[in-house]
């Protein structure tokens, strides 16, 4: 046990002011803020993408939804770690500097908000019409329709988006370690791999998977309980349901 605290991989992870803790503060911190911003942009675009279309709640001029899906498109078929570059000068810009956890979270914006709004597009598009026609036979305005059914009716898809948005993200700080960000994924990288320090490396993966383990679960588990499709009751029902079949099965010849 002495000669593990020893060892320089393990004093270096144990480090309080560059050790695993302060990497997995920086990673959550350049996450939780990316997250925050690219849902910022990402959510009125995904929700304008079909609200403004042909048919939709709030129709847009076809050009102008054109060049929306244009730059969608394009943003999100440039790699991060190329995109990233591409940003460095809008880093500079902005922060003063292309290095580090703070200027990473701009490409890391860049980058995620494109993907939200994609799926927050797929997950409004999950809505009933019905619902939606319903609202506009009562004189419910655009705005409305949009706060009060849209996003509500599809809140559980929307918060499993999130979770993958989240931890999409978090893989692309993990990555953006390669090129000066901060985080577990420079600790991995420019520590366990470049220097040839494999404990942090193995540790630093691990703590990655173990964050994308725990996020996951939770982002399953509220979207589950905001589904009323998935009530204790229709759960209970769905058994009931699959146990009678089952029984009905084992009676016939040649069944299980």
Same mark, same amino acid.
């Given at each position: ?7 320089? +991989?393990? &004093?270096?992870?144990?480090? %309080? ?20 911003? =690219? ?18 709640? @709030?129709?847009?001029?076809?050009? *102008? ?6 730059? !969608? ?5 440039? %790699? ?11 880093? /500079? ?18 980058? =995620?908000?494109?993907?939200? =709004? ?6 409004? $598009? +999950? ?25 509500? +009716? ?12 989240? !931890?999409? !993200? ?8 390669? !090129? ?16 040839? @320090? ?10 990655? *998977?173990?964050?994308? &383990?725990?996020? &996951? ?11 009323? $499709?998935?009530?204790? +009751? ?5 058994? /009931?349901?699959?146990? &009678? ?12």
């Amino acid at each position: 046990m002495h000669e593990l605290l020893n060892n320089p +991989e393990v &004093q270096r992870l144990l480090a %309080p002011d560059t050790g695993l803790l302060f990497a997995v503060w920086e990673t959550m911190y350049m996450t939780v803020v990316s997250t925050l911003f =690219a849902y910022v942009i990402g959510l009125p675009l995904g929700v304008l993408m079909v609200a403004g279309e042909e048919g939709g709640v @709030m129709p847009l001029p076809r050009p *102008v939804m054109t060049v929306l899906n244009f730059i !969608i498109n394009i943003l999100r078929s440039v %790699p991060f770690l190329i995109l990233m570059v591409l940003v460095i000068p809008l880093s /500079r810009l902005i922060i003063g500097t292309s290095i580090g956890t703070v200027a990473t979270i701009i490409p890391l914006i860049v980058a =995620a908000f494109p993907f939200v =709004a994609r799926l927050v597009e797929a997950s409004i $598009r +999950e809505v009933d019409k019905g619902v939606v026609e319903a609202a506009q036979s009562m004189g419910c305005s655009p705005f409305q329709i949009i706060s009060k059914v849209m996003i509500p +009716e599809s809140r559980p898809s929307l918060i499993s988006g999130f979770t993958t948005a989240f !931890i999409t !993200i978090l893989s692309y700080g993990a990555m953006a370690g390669a !090129i000066g960000g901060g985080g577990l994924g420079s600790m991995a990288l420019m520590l366990g791999y470049q220097r040839r @320090m494999y404990i942090i490396m193995y540790v630093s993966v691990l703590v990655l *998977v173990i964050l994308v &383990q725990i996020f &996951q679960s939770i982002g399953t588990h509220l979207a589950v309980r905001m589904d009323k $499709r998935l009530t204790k +009751e229709s759960r209970g029902a769905g058994r /009931r349901s699959a146990k &009678q079949k089952v029984k009905s099965e084992k009676r016939i010849p040649g069944a299980m």
